[in-house]
Nanobody, 121 residues
């Protein structure tokens, strides 16, 4: 099993910045990719950004130029730097990891518990 713990959410004014962190831990595993989704009230969960173990990144169009995803392979941690935040960025942000559990020989997607980001106008 892989556990993901997010931190860094909070309340910020429009135009401000926040940095989210997601640390993974657990049994012996290999992470292939990590990333972030978000879900606003009454809306479906949507992709924010992803990063592979080799450092390749992908962003949803609405986040390009404002958000930056980065990772620390040694710490199995992924970060999301969010700049120029807008009220429409208000959502619960969920970290995920696509990991292979070497003990069980299984691969699956793991999710964090979510962290609230609120952007006031």
């Amino acid at each position: 099993q892989v556990q993901l713990v997010e931190s860094g959410g909070g309340l910020v004014q429009a135009g401000g910045s926040l940095r989210l962190s997601c640390a993974s831990s657990g049994s012996i595993f290999v992470i292939n990719a990590m990333g972030w989704y978000r879900q606003a009230p009454g809306k479906q969960r949507e992709l924010v950004a992803t990063i592979t173990s080799t450092g390749m990144t992908n962003y949803a169009d609405a986040m390009k130029g404002r958000f930056t995803i980065s990772g620390d392979n040694a710490k199995n941690t992924v970060y999301l730097q969010m700049n120029s935040l807008k009220p429409e960025d208000t959502a619960v942000y969920y970290c995920y990891a696509d990991a292979h559990d070497l003990g069980y020989g299984t691969s699956q997607r793991y999710w964090g518990q979510g962290t609230q980001v609120t952007v006031s106008s």
